[in-house]
């Protein structure tokens, strides 16, 4: 059976999240003799999507995507459809599954399948704990950014049929007024491969510098933890963490941080490197290496160490 993706397009982009989802629903597809499907509403480029694409001329973004849903699910039959937790795709996702009686499961890190049915992995009590959810065909699954790989959704494209809402029997029956976009960032530590993030044990906000060196002789970014924006010494567009972004690249320099649950959900970096005096702190059980020190100290002595290699 097929599994069906939704595309999340933002000012007709299709979004990394989607290329995760696409390279999963290739593997789940592939164990239940199908095929992954991927539906894209609007006019993004959709050539590195590599799955077949459904492709709807709906024009801007509209409350009327969950009907457009429902039609291609209605076409496709598949046996899951995967949307990314995101606040557009997780609004269509709540009010296709429950206008069409099917189960759905939220926040979730993992999906498999186990005796013909789904077995989601899924956060609860605020990360606190995982567990794992039996989830009957065709299931819904909300999956978090960050639980697969980009690049395992890109490649060649499959084939690309292109529908109109009239084709589907879809109208609108609404006007698309605009975006409200959120605060200009300067950078979008999201999509950095390297991201130096601090915490309270940086000490004073003058010290954020040290932080921004470091990031500077390694190519990265600099991000913080909650009580760090909130105190108002970085931005929010910079904040790592439940109620700020998910950051995916290729290594996270934790520096002061202890590592609250909200904070750690939004780490899914392929290497994690932590600094803390307190050996005790919970973000050396996600770090792949730590060092128990204070990071006014040893963080001077790691730029010229880096500097050194780098014959700077």
Request: charged share 25%; with cysteine.
């Amino acid at each position: 059976m097929d599994v069906l993706v939704f595309a999340e397009v933002i000012e007709n982009e299709v979004q990394d999240i989607t290329y995760e989802l696409v390279g999963k629903a290739k593997q789940l597809a592939s164990e239940l003799g199908g095929k992954a499907v991927t539906l894209v509403i609007g006019n993004p480029d959709v050539s590195n999507i590599n799955s077949d694409v459904i492709q709807v001329d709906a024009g801007d973004p509209s409350p009327w995507h969950y009907a457009i849903v429902e039609k291609v699910y209605e076409r496709v039959k598949p046996a899951a459809i995967l949307f990314g937790n995101t606040s557009a795709s997780l609004d269509v996702a709540s009010q296709f599954a429950a206008q069409l009686g099917l189960p759905i499961a939220t926040l979730v890190t993992e999906i498999s399948v186990s005796d013909g049915q789904f077995v989601a992995t899924s956060i609860a009590y605020g990360g606190k704990i995982m567990v794992d959810l039996a989830v009957k065909s065709p299931g819904v699954f909300v999956v978090n950014r960050g639980s697969f790989q980009a690049e395992d959704g890109k490649g060649e494209v499959g084939s690309v049929e292109k529908l109109s809402l009239d084709e589907l029997g879809v109208s609108d029956g609404v006007e698309f007024v605009g975006y409200i976009k959120p605060e200009v960032e300067d950078v979008d530590i999201s999509k950095a491969d390297i991201v130096v993030s601090v915490g309270r044990g940086i000490g004073d906000e003058a010290n954020i510098e040290l932080a921004e060196e470091l990031a500077e002789v390694l190519g990265g970014v600099v991000a913080g933890s909650r009580p760090i924006i909130d105190s108002g010494w970085l931005p929010k567009t910079r904040q790592v963490g439940r109620s700020g972004k998910t950051v995916v690249g290729k290594l996270y320099l934790a520096l002061g941080i202890s590592g609250a649950t909200e904070h750690v959900e939004g780490v899914k970096a392929k290497n994690v490197i932590a600094i803390n005096t307190d050996r005790d702190a919970p973000i050396f059980r996600i770090a792949r290496c730590g060092a128990v020190a204070d990071v006014l100290e040893l963080v001077p002595v790691l730029i010229d160490k880096i500097r050194e290699i780098k014959g700077e």
